[in-house]
């Protein structure tokens, strides 16, 4: 890094909510960014703000050609990038029963696919640098699941269970990796970024539908500030020790500790059915998973 220590990041979508939030953040703090959207038009206007550390540039993350094309242009216009930033995505919504394999096809082309391609053509460069830090957007659902938001949830998880994986390959390499996820802030996510399930069944009508309405209900209202939310994340990249996950919202963390606290009790009340599953004689503590 350079000795004003000003950071190069590449945030993908950020045209509205978290991510043009954090642009807008992390240009204001003086850092320079690569910011992109699949409608160019809707950024323009905030790169030609800072003209000499911004770059607004198209991106549709799952086309891996494009994918490519903006990194080479991130080192070529920058040198090098410092943080990744998987923001890229949009949510599905509908019972299991109800949605679509097409839907759930590009659900999963998005927000997994769309993050692993970025991340593939960001590390060979962390790599040669031995530095750098990776922010994957999950959410509150990619920890714990709603009726209604099992696909959308899925692909959290997925990204989720990626992340962990690549954090442990990356850390003796210099490179940081956190999963944030956000509870319930004031974007766009619940109105024009949320996809329905065309088809609906009555016997869903009190769990799909009903938290469909609430999710209806609460858009405007959320207490999540997105600005907020961008200063977070910028002290994340800035700290000596950055967490694996940081969940963002009271929401969120009353939401993880209770679904820590009902696996536990599984757990505890099936522990000795789960136990005496081995063969008769295996030291378990010695054999692995």
Partial sequence: MEANNTRVWLITGTSTGLGRALAEAVLEHGDRAVITARKLEKIEALAARYPDRALAVHLDITQLSEVQATVEQAIASFGRIDVLVNNAGYGVTGGIEEIGLDLVRQQYETNVFGAWNMIQAVLP??????????????????????????VYSSSKFALEGMSEALAQEIAPLGINLTIVEPGAFRTAFNGGSLVKSESAISDYGDTVAGFHQWLKEVHGEQPGDPSKAAQAMIQVVESQNP???????????????????????????WREVAINTAYEGVNIGTVGG
């Fill in 125 to 150: 460069h962390m790599r040669k640098m031995r530095s750098g830090n990776i922010l994957n957007i999950s959410s509150l659902v990619g920890m714990v699941s709603y009726p209604g938001m099992g």
């Fill in 243 to 269: 967490p694996l996950r940081l969940p963002l919202g009271a929401d969120a963390i009353e939401g993880i500790e209770a679904k820590l606290q009902a696996l536990k009790a599984d757990i505890d009340a």
